[in-house]
């Protein structure tokens, strides 16, 4: 019965998610702006069951040529939907992929807004957390999965640091309760990194300023767990985080920031954030009138106003709870300001900004902190055991009732996995929507026609090649009739090596792959990918912090057995 009443909560939570998950159950698929999921899913999934892991480079993409994308473009949403391919094709691994991060925000939001606002409380928030216009936007609109995938995690990581705090403030500190929101904190924050990293350069200054809150409100000697939680986190994604800043070099990711996506061209207007109308399209540069809408949500924003009320409740009963709110407030305030033309000086001034290139990104700061006070609402009923559930769940209805419309596509297509996945789609299609993770200066294919088939070719006048292809390997034997230099159709990278009969040689960078000198006669090549110094560093840094995690639950599991044996 115990076990049915705590359930119970994650099931109501789990149908009243259906609305915003309904199209991603229904057969085909629909466009997005970013609408590389499925191709990704699939190289994904074709990386692991070439072996590779972690996954760094996709062989199909960048016309065939491939790429580093998982190096640089955060994984792991793509990990579990490569993992789901190994059941299902990649569509629907992809559109399972999204239900688990959508359904995922919801679950992660209740557990932290249930720890100071009750069940009732818990669920409010966790959906209006779910059904946020925002939301709608990343899924519908944007098909930006990643950012909607580190969504899922942000309340994860406060709910951590929130209960290592309140842990310790109880007094009744023991290592496993510790460990288990250690755990909890480290894992949440290193989602948002690995998930998405321009969510978690939004994140963490307000996740490092809620801990330092918390930090003050601790007098024991352990309240430095608080940050050494985070920084476990950030030490489980070094095998993500670390590549990314010390090999952005070798790709052109850095023509992303500015021109058409300069973030002084795309403010909100204050009145798009009350209402504006819905649309598919984009951001325009410099108008109060977009593609795309950046409402934050009537019933959300008059939830969070009605909250404000619970400032003055807690003032008298909870002096703690009061700062925490406060926090909340300012930093719904900051991350509404931080879009408005008027923080321009900011951004100026802050120059890795410039990364977000859009201001509107706040909006999922916002999302966070409006759907969590919105919860308030219920708290201040808790002493009243009618009005509570009763009103809980008219707003429970209204939720759904206001926002589930917007959790649609613009259409709905008949298509397969096979419209997404055929090597032509990928090497070309897709490849054109984003092909910033080539080398800088790379002779992109123009058309079609130039797309690469095979890495390495050899007109049958110079003599004969067998070429074997594979995501971290290219192997061929290969007969020459005199020495040549050979083309091998691979994008430069440096974790690439090139072996000739088993001995390692050098290559010249071109603009259409790597060109290697071959002798006469017979030979045996190979091209490997064999990870950089820094991504075994990286590697190396991340299973230290597995490690850490796992050596510090144990230690409690070890402390509880001496507990029997002295009983």
């Not at 990293?197 to 601790?218: E, G, S, Y």
């Amino acid at each position: 019965m115990k076990l049915l009443q705590k359930l119970l909560p994650f099931v109501i939570l789990i149908g009243l998610s259906y609305w915003a998950i309904k199209p991603l159950l229904l057969p085909g698929f629909f466009p997005m702006h970013d609408d590389a999921q499925v191709a990704r899913v699939y190289e994904m999934h074709k990386s692991l069951s070439d072996g590779m892991f972690p996954v760094r480079w996709v062989s199909d993409l960048g016309y065939g040529y491939g790429y580093p994308i998982f190096n640089f473009y955060a994984p792991l949403a793509y990990y579990l939907g490569g993992l789901m391919a190994f059941f299902f094709d990649a569509l629907t691994a992809t559109k399972i992929m999204m239900i688990i991060a959508i359904i995922g925000s919801g679950i992660t939001m209740y557990l932290f807004a249930k720890s100071f606002w009750g069940r009732w409380g818990g669920l409010v928030s966790a959906l209006l957390y779910v059904y946020v216009p925002y939301h709608a936007v990343n899924i519908y609109v944007r098909g930006d999965v990643t950012e909607f995938f580190a969504y899922s995690f942000i309340p994860l990581a406060f709910w951590g640091v929130s209960q290592i705090a309140q842990t310790l403030h109880n007094k009744k500190t023991t290592k496993k309760t510790l460990w288990k929101w250690i755990a909890v904190s480290a894992i949440g924050y290193a989602g948002i990194i690995i998930s998405h990293n321009l969510t978690a350069m939004m994140a963490t200054p307000f996740l490092f300023a809620f801990a330092c809150l918390l930090v003050f409100q601790v007098k024991t000697a352990e309240r430095y767990l608080i940050f050494a939680s985070l920084g476990l986190g950030i030490l489980l994604a070094s095998f993500y985080w670390l590549p990314v800043f010390a090999e952005m070099k070798y790709t052109d990711v850095l023509s992303q920031v500015g021109g058409g996506a300069a973030y002084k061209e795309h403010f909100v207007c204050p009145q798009q954030l009350w209402n504006s109308a819905w649309g598919f399209g984009g951001s325009t540069p410099n108008s109060c009138i977009d593609g795309v809408s950046y409402k934050i949500g009537k019933l959300h924003i008059g939830l969070a106003i009605i909250a404000l009320f619970a400032l003055f409740f807690s003032w008298k009963k909870d002096k703690r709870l009061f700062s925490i709110l406060s926090f909340c407030v300012l930093s719904l305030s900051f991350s509404l300001f931080l879009m408005l033309n008027s923080s321009q000086f900011l951004w100026d001034a802050l120059s890795p900004m410039a990364f977000f290139q859009y201001p509107w990104r706040f909006l999922l700061i916002v999302s966070f902190f409006i759907s969590f006070l919105g919860g308030a609402v219920l708290w201040m009923f808790k002493n009243f055991p009618f009005v509570e559930p009763l009103l809980g769940s008219v707003l429970l209805i209204a939720i759904i009732f206001v926002n589930a419309e917007l959790f649609v596509p613009q259409v709905q297509l008949a298509k397969t996995a096979n419209d997404y996945t055929k090597p032509s789609i990928i090497k070309w299609d897709t490849s054109k929507i984003s092909d910033e993770y080539l080398p800088n200066g790379f002779a992109e294919s123009k058309s079609i026609r130039e797309i690469v088939v095979d890495k390495i070719t050899l007109p049958s006048s110079d003599g004969k090649i067998t070429v074997i292809q594979q995501t971290g390997m290219i192997t061929a034997q290969i007969f020459l009739k005199k020495a040549k230099k050979i083309l091998i159709k691979q994008a430069y990278f440096p974790a690439w090596h090139v072996f000739v009969d088993g001995k390692e040689t050098s290559y010249t960078k071109a603009k259409n792959g790597m060109i290697v000198a071959v002798p006469v006669g017979t030979h045996f090549i190979e091209l490997r990918f064999i990870q950089t110094p820094i991504e075994r560093l990286g590697n190396a840094l991340s299973l230290t912090g597995v490690l850490v995690l796992f050596l510090g639950i144990m230690s409690t599991r070890k402390d509880k057995i001496h507990d029997k044996k002295s009983t």
